[in-house]
T-cell receptor, first 111, second 116 residues
């Protein structure tokens, strides 16, 4: 089955700096890669996703890049703000029947 | 337009009791996923259902766990004879039907199960 690894597990940045979180996957058939933000005690919220037919997608301060050859994808947050502090999860899916999640990155934005 | 709803939000059970967790999908969504999240860990896929049909249950433990999504009413995740290791947050997510393009899934608020 699919194996998704996520790094780093914790990340601290100064407000206004950029944050990058990286994930690798093992199943070359995976073709859908969502990212979720989870605040403490809350539900995971979809923040951006990318499909294997594109290499990059951007939504305001958030962007995701995908390298199918290397089987890795990354989340980029620019101009970070304290409200960006949360745990971020990447995921991968092949058919949509199962989603495999990374172990999460706890992001702290220091004011 | 209500989002995904789960109840109860918190559930306390003693070892050996049964736990029933309910999930109502978003309006217009016909498919439900169940996940388990242990403290400070990621989400682990358990089962994927549509009404009256289990599509994929490869993540479900073989014993004590079952799931259903009846024609009427919410999806239910049932854990029989709970043990302390079942203590976790259980999230459901719903999505529209997969028409060939994997649809986005949206999560409920979770049920936090504590086994004493």
């Amino acid at each position: 089955g699919e194996n998704v690894e996520q790094h780093p597990s914790t990340l601290s940045v100064q407000e206004g700096d950029s944050a990058v979180i990286k994930c690798t996957y093992s199943d070359s058939a995976s073709n859908y890669f969502p990212w979720y933000k989870q605040e403490l005690g809350k539900r995971p919220q979809l923040i951006i996703d990318i499909r294997s037919n594109v290499g990059e997608k951007k939504d305001q301060r958030i962007a995701v890049t995908l390298n199918k050859t290397a089987k890795h994808f990354s989340l980029h947050i620019t101009e970070t703000q304290p409200e960006d502090s949360a745990v971020y999860f990447c995921a991968a899916s092949n058919t949509g029947n199962q989603f495999y999640f990374g172990t999460g990155t706890s992001l702290t934005v220091i004011p | 337009n209500a989002g995904v709803m789960q109840n109860p939000r918190h559930l306390v059970r003693r070892r050996g009791q049964e736990a029933r967790l309910r999930c109502s999908p978003m309006k217009g969504h016909s498919h439900v996923y169940w996940y388990r999240q242990l403290p400070e860990e990621g989400l682990k896929f358990m089962v994927y259902l549509q009404k009256e049909n289990i599509i994929d249950e490869s993540g479900m433990p073989k014993e004590r766990f079952s799931a259903e999504f009846p024609k009427e009413g919410p999806s239910i995740l049932r854990i029989q004879q709970v043990v302390r290791g079942d203590s976790a947050a259980y999230f459901c997510a719903s999505s529209p039907r997969n028409t060939g393009v994997i649809p986005k899934q949206f999560f409920g608020p979770g049920t936090r199960l504590t086994v004493l």
